[in-house]
């Protein structure tokens, strides 16, 4: 009976002391986990000058023959985004390199706060047709073009705007809505997802990096549109 007794605290001392050990692998494993996580993010947050594979790409598309802008002066960017449902997305723009840095901050403070962005593609999968690319809500910065209904070169054209969440977010002038099936969310005292609205943390970051808003424009109003 001694011996049994002897044994019981001994036993009880070795399950603890494993339980330990086991709860500190648990913590440590958790701890790397979350590391290669965050690493992984800050790796998807970049910056590069155009790969060959990309300027391949937009060719003839977003960069047109004639296009005066240097490739040299351009960035790609990859990003990590949450679309509507609340799931990780792979994003890629291409932007002047004056606004590279500044994208790569905002968009990354957006993904953090888990800001819904619900896609963010080249244009030139939409071959370089903004009104395609805004039907698919399609996020978007540099485009070879003129500004709609002018001769003037757009600031796409230059690399220095972005349009974010286009669909829900119209440009639209006296009757004139783009894309073409924003009509409903002209309304901008109805409720919907991916709006933009003044003082909301889209438009407080890009604000905040010197940006102007489209929306806050008399003439018009443009409220995917960020430009500097």
Known sequence: MSTRTDKKPYLCRRNDNLSKRAMRKTILIIGLLFWLLGMQAQEAFQAVALPDSVFMRMQGKSYPKGCVIDRHDLRYLTLLHY????????????????????????????????????????????????????RANNTSCFCYRVVSGSKKLSKHAQGMAIDINPLYNPYKKGQRVQPGNAAPYCDRTRQFPYKIVEGDLCHRLFRQHGFQWGGQWRSLKDYQHFER
């Open 83 to 134: 679309d509507g449902n609340g799931r990780v997305q792979h994003g890629e723009l291409v932007c002047h390199k004056a606004i590279a840095q500044d994208l790569l901050d905002i968009f990354r403070q957006l993904y953090q706060a888990r800001y819904p962005i619900e896609r963010m593609r080249l244009i030139d999968d939409y071959d370089a047709d903004d009104e395609q690319s805004m």
